[in-house]
């Protein structure tokens, strides 16, 4: 009778220690533990944790409990929104002990902010559509420019128009063919001249270099890399050329930071 009994007692422990441990001849186990807030003390649902050895996870429950198997040696780590991330290395000694995980809040600090009532739905939609952002250098510029611009565009417009009319016209002299190629060379001199200062109002150093803040060598790289052409510059007004190195600023800027000193 002792030696049954003996036998019993010995069984029942082996079983209890492997319903507790759950231990198997790899060293895989299941570890079981809750998470809490670490300054207020209650549990933390939905904590994701997983382990960086055997990349297996799980979310811990309501109650903040939690079970997933592991090894020995393994790091498990926890995570949740508004919490520092933890990891721990898996305990050999463990095994029958209920884990407790304790996560720190996160701080954020904030600006100022305006605090605003508003009585509908409504009241709230219009109030968004009607924010104004606040203004960005770019935008102080394109005010700066906006008459300025109007004015090179409008401009533009009519020496096209001139020249467009005097295309359309046959020249003839009682002179000659000679005097006549001399005047339509004269004519085409004008006109590059005329040319030339169109695209100089619109596009020059001085302009560029208020615009970027560069100078020197920077302005002048800078400047070769826009490679504005020609026909571009005359036909486009000043609005849409000071767009365009906005945006060729904005990408020669991210190129120069892409590359290593």
């Known amino acids: 009778m002792p030696r049954i009994v003996i036998v019993a007692l010995a069984l029942l422990l082996i079983f209890s220690l492997r319903l ?27 904590v994701h944790l997983w382990t960086t050895n055997s990349n297996t996870g799980g979310i811990s429950n309501d109650s903040g ?21 933890d990891s721990i290395i898996v305990p050999d000694s463990s095994l029958n002990q209920k884990l407790a995980i304790r996560l720190k809040r996160k701080r954020y600090e904030l600006a100022e ?32 420019l906006k008459v300025s611009a109007t004015t ?5 417009d009519r020496e ?25 060379g004269l004519k085409k001199i004008s006109n590059l001249k005329q040319r030339e200062k169109i695209i100089h109002e619109k596009f020059n150093r001085q302009l560029v270099a208020d615009l970027t803040q560069l ?3 920077s302005l002048s790289r800078f400047i070769a890399y826009c490679n504005f052409s020609e026909d571009y510059l005359y036909e486009s007004d000043l609005y849409a ?3 365009a190195l906005t945006y060729k600023f904005d ?9 290593p000193d």
């Open 20 to 46: 507790q441990g759950q231990v198997d001849s790899t060293g895989v186990k299941v570890l079981r533990g809750v998470i809490v807030d670490d300054s207020l003390g209650h549990a933390l649902p939905f």
């Open 65 to 85: 409990e939690f079970e997933i198997t592991v090894s020995d040696q393994d790091s498990l780590v926890f995570s949740a929104l508004g919490y520092y991330s």
């Open 113 to 144: 902010v305006v605090v605003r009532r508003f009585g509908t739905y409504e009241s709230f939609k219009q109030q968004v559509l009607n924010l104004r952002l606040p203004k960005t250098q770019t935008d102080y510029l394109r005010e700066h």
């Open 152 to 156: 090179a565009a409008v401009e533009a």
């Open 160 to 184: 096209r128009v001139a020249k467009d009319k005097v295309k359309g016209f046959g020249v003839t002299s009682s002179l000659g063919p000679g005097r006549n190629a001399y005047r339509e």
């Open 215 to 217: 100078e020197g060598d």
């Open 241 to 243: 050329i000071v767009e």
């Open 251 to 259: 990408s020669y800027q991210a190129m120069r930071d892409s590359i």
